[in-house]
Every structure is written in C-alpha cells, then in structure tokens.
C-alpha cells in the first residue's frame, strides 16, 4: 500500500512538471516569434495557464499527492524561469 502512495505521488508531482514545462515552452514560442509580453494575448495565455497550473497543484496537495512545499517551489521556479525569458526579450 505505502509503495502504491509513493508511486502515485511521483506520478502526480511528475505529471505536474510536464504542465510546468508546456507553460514555460508555450511562453517561449510566442517570445520567440516576437509576441511582446505587454500584448493581451501573451498575459491571457500566461495568466490562464498559470491559474490551471496552481489548481492542478491544489487538487494534488489536498490529495496528499505532493507537500505544500513542493507545490509553492515547483510554482516559483516557472515563475523565475518565466521572468528570465520575459527579461530576454527586453534585451532584444
């Protein structure tokens, strides 16, 4: 029983990488093909997905699928990685 939990566990935290991941890759494409983050669609996009993405860890933690914290860092660390990306584009 306790090896199903960790299984599922790390199926769940695993899954919701791979959200985090197609988030920070869609952001990518758009800044990539010159979308300018100050554009509707680009803070849409980033605002829905990130909104999903924070329900779906809800949905996990409550399932005592993931810790809080692991939730909150898996969070910050797309939200940092989002920064670097929005700041690249600044450059450009």
């Known amino acids: 029983m ?3 939990v ?11 990488k791979a959200d985090a991941d197609k988030i920070l890759k869609l952001i990518q494409v758009q800044m990539d093909n010159l979308t300018m983050p100050q554009c509707p669609l680009y803070e849409e996009v980033l605002d ?12 996990a933690v409550r399932m005592d699928l993931i810790e ?4 909150k860092a898996l969070l910050d660390n797309l939200e ?6 929005h700041e690249k584009s600044q450059q450009r």
């Open 68 to 71: 809080v914290e692991e939730g």
């Open 2 to 4: 306790q090896e199903t």
């Open 48 to 59: 829905t997905h990130m909104f999903g993405l924070s329900r779906e860890i809800d949905f």
């Open 6 to 16: 960790i299984t599922n566990a790390n199926k769940a935290y695993a899954l919701l």
């Open 80 to 85: 940092k990685q989002l920064n670097l990306i």
